[in-house]
């Protein structure tokens, strides 16, 4: 096949789930060209069968915002047209969705179908998608996609909760490739984080307010006078500099490091012993599967999706959202037995594996097969 991915190129998880996919179906022979704005941030070097096209959208006096839709649309023509896409596959629903919309319709008006599935992945629906601004346009652009999928069960449910769908939705998990995601031994990266055997605590985030970053911070105060460990918090964004102020009025700064956006995160979490994920919302939680990859246990909140991923008692332990006691409770028991701490890295791993990419991409290969079989669009 000859599929055309539209995503974001950044480092979030829609694009990062995007781009592995794109580059695991390259690997089984299909031709995959990526259209954004910019490479996306795990698309490094050069991959057999892996194309890009960059959207360029016109500087023009008169827009105060650019036209990004309209490039992008214009631009999945001319790559469906000249490259004789048979699928386009958009992940995170605003703007891609639309766009797929206009690209389509266009392209019927030359003799041309190119049926287009979305991929959905929370704040697409959770948070941006209800805004009244977009809601109609994400509503109508879903009810005219030729195929829906969702990461999670959760999200689905609030999916359908939140829009009048007249399509189903499919749920594929995110998945993890293990070609990547695995323990690796950085022992001398280790014994400089923590000189004296101390546990390794980690979170990876963008920073924003709904990753409750604080909860770590505070998490960890609570934690260090009965553990000694370190605690590594990778990512920006804008409530970093709230967490700088919060280590130094608790006096932890010695025992911190923020190491700012990382590329190679498996590096990172080879080392770790506990990860911590306390968000407000998560429709999935690829950071955690990643962190349980690397035979990491895994402490987050029961919001979202995680409970579908974070098994309580096994792979580690869910809390109510914003309760730093438990939380704490629960890292000091993980942390506090090593034959325990063994454990709980053994389930993490295993559940990880369940979600190997070679089980889910078959799962996406036939969901396109069945998308180019039955691709005329209902009527509204």
């Known amino acids: 096949m000859k599929v055309g991915i539209v995503c974001y190129p950044t480092y979030g998880g829609s694009g990062v789930v995007a781009t592995e996919l794109g580059m695991a179906l390259a690997r089984q022979g299909h031709k995959v060209h990526f259209i954004t704005y910019r490479e996306p941030v795990r698309l490094e070097g050069f991959h057999e069968n892996v194309f890009y096209h960059e959207v360029s959208a016109l500087d023009y006096p008169l827009f105060q915002y650019q036209p990004y839709e309209s490039a992008l649309a214009s631009k999945m023509v001319d790559v469906v047209k000249f490259e004789r896409l048979d699928l386009l596959h958009v992940h995170y629903a605003i703007p891609h969705a639309s766009a797929a919309l206009m690209a389509k319709s266009i392209l019927r008006e030359e003799g041309i179908c190119i049926p287009f599935i979305t991929t959905l992945h929370g704040t ?57 995601f695995k323990k690796t031994n950085k022992e001398h990266f280790k014994k400089a984080i923590a000189p004296n055997g101390e546990k390794i605590v980690m979170h990876v985030s963008n920073f924003r307010k709904v990753k409750r970053v604080e909860d770590v911070v505070l998490m960890f105060d609570k934690l260090l006078p009965k553990i000694p460990s370190k605690l590594l918090l990778i990512g920006d964004g804008p409530e970093r500099m709230n967490c700088e102020m919060m280590c130094r009025e608790l006096g932890v700064c010695e025992h911190v490091r923020f190491l700012g956006k990382q ?4 590096d990172l979490l080879a080392i770790a012993d506990l990860f911590v994920l306390p968000s407000e919302q998560e429709s999935f939680g690829l950071a955690a599967l990643e962190a349980m990859a690397c035979e990491v246990p895994v402490i987050s909140s029961n919001a979202g999706g995680l409970p ?7 792979t580690g332990f869910l809390s109510n959202v914003g309760d730093v006691d438990d939380m704490a409770r629960n890292a000091i028991f993980i942390l506090g037995d090593e034959t325990r701490l063994s454990q709980f890295k053994k389930k993490a791993f295993e559940q990880a594996k369940r979600l190997d990419i070679v089980n889910i991409l078959p799962i996406y290969e036939e969901y396109y097969k069945h998308v180019l079989k039955v691709s005329e669009p209902i009527v509204m």
């Open 124 to 180: 697409d629906i959770t948070l941006v998608g209800r805004d009244p601004s977009y809601r109609p346009v994400v509503e109508y652009s879903l009810n005219h996609s030729d195929g829906i999928t969702s990461v999670s069960s959760h999200l689905k449910d609030e999916t359908l909760q939140n829009f009048r769908l007249r399509r189903e939705i499919e749920v594929i998990p995110n998945f993890i490739d293990f070609s990547r």
């Open 263 to 266: 590329d190679a995160i498996e």
């Open 308 to 314: 579908e991923i974070n098994i309580q008692g096994e």
